[in-house]
């Protein structure tokens, strides 16, 4: 059903908690502090649906002043360099991955310490993860912002490549 499939090229980014939840976000929303979104699609009707009945679909949205994003961050897969979406589902046991109350711009995994720093492509920084958050690619239409592609890596629960390709 379109509530549960994963984030989709075309899909709207709303914010998935907060006094604006379900509004879309705008790039005037995003800082180095975590953001968490949903993607909108559309269901064979044309009506907006937000894909929230997977809550492995929850993602994180960074935005960084220019020149701190770097490698191995996708650039291209960026708005202007500044704006990033990642998986917000922790790649050891899919936790909700939370900013670091320690370091501004890093993230930590409430359940067991997981690290992750969202300004290197969301490499793990420290703890069980095994692997980084998936980025999402994004492209900005207007003040909003729109998925443009499918995750560069595999995102959480997936195990493989190869299985979440079969799942899209
Ligand atoms: Fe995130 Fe274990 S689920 S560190």
Not at 110 to 126: E, F, I, L, M, W
């Amino acid at each position: 059903t379109p509530d549960k499939m994963p984030p989709l090229k075309g899909d709207l980014l709303v914010h998935a908690e907060g006094s604006k939840e379900g509004r879309p976000v705008r790039l005037e929303d995003l800082s180095i502090q975590l953001v968490r979104a949903w993607p909108m699609g559309k269901n064979e009707n044309g009506e907006d649906v937000i894909r929230k009945g997977d809550p492995n679909n929850i993602l994180a949205l960074y935005r960084f002043p220019q020149g701190q994003l770097v490698a191995p961050t996708n650039l291209e897969a960026t708005i202007n360099g500044q704006v990033v979406a990642y998986s917000d589902v922790c790649t050891h046991a899919g936790c909700s991955v939370s900013d670091s109350d320690v370091n501004a711009g890093e993230m930590r995994c409430p359940c067991h310490s997981g690290q992750y720093d969202p300004k290197r492509g969301a490499v793990v920084t420290g703890g069980p993860p095994p692997r980084p958050l998936a980025q999402l690619p994004i492209t900005q239409q207007g003040e909003n912002l729109v998925v443009s592609g499918f995750f560069l890596t595999y995102p959480y629960p997936f195990t493989s490549k190869e299985e979440w390709e079969s799942h899209i």
